[in-house]
Every structure is written in C-alpha cells, then in structure tokens.
C-alpha cells in the first residue's frame, strides 16, 4: 500500500504564495510519478503540475510561470512540493496530491485527502 500524507495550504490574499508537500510512504519503490490537482466547488478535479520520479516537471497552462513542483526523498519516502506565487481567487480550491506507480498487478493511482487553498483579499 501507498500512503499519501499532504500538509500546507490555507487562506492567503491575491498576490500571495503557500507552498504544500505531499509525503509519500509505503509500497513507493514503483513509483512513476507524483502529482497535484485541485477541485474548485462545481468544478472537475484538474492536473495542475506533476513530477517524474526522475524529477521531470510538466505543468498546465494554468501553473506555468507561477508555480514550481519538485520532488525529494528516498525509496522509503517521497515527498512532492507545489510551491505557488502570484495566486490570483481563481487559484481556489481543494488541492489532492496523487501518487501513479506501478504494482503487482499494473499500474495503479492513489490520492491524498486534499488540502483547501483560498485566496481571498
């Protein structure tokens, strides 16, 4: 199993930055990739940025030039980090963290349990 543990977030006024971290443990030796998506109320869930577990980065229009994933750690812990500037209200929603890896039987997700950003004045 993958355990996902996600910290960071909050409230923060527009213009501002938060950095969130994902940790994860457990059964991460096939890991492919990690990831961050958010949920804004009404909306779909979307990829925001993601890393390779060679430390590759690929970030949609909507992160790119203002936020940064990176990833750190060992075969027994893996942690991803977002860090965001220049947030705008738009930028509000439930963050979730998500691990894509390979297992015993395929390939396989797993999701954090998401963390709320606002940006608010």
């Known amino acids: 199993q993958v355990q996902l543990v996600e910290s960071g977030g909050g409230s923060v006024q527009p213009g501002g930055s938060l950095w969130l971290s994902c940790a994860a443990s457990g059964a991460i030796h096939g890991l492919l990739s990690l990831g961050w998506y958010r949920q804004a109320p009404g909306n779909q869930r979307e990829l925001v940025a993601s890393i390779e577990r060679e430390g590759r980065p690929t970030y949609t229009d909507s992160a790119e030039d203002r936020f940064a994933v990176s990833i750190s750690g060992d075969s027994a812990l893996k942690t991803v980090y977002l860090q965001m500037t220049s947030l705008k209200p738009e930028d509000t929603a439930t963050y979730y963290c998500?691990?894509?890896?390979?297992?015993?039987?395929?390939?396989?997700?797993?999701w954090g349990q998401g963390t709320l950003v606002t940006v608010s004045s």
């Open positions: 998500h691990y894509e890896g390979h297992g015993a039987y395929g390939q396989f997700g797993v």
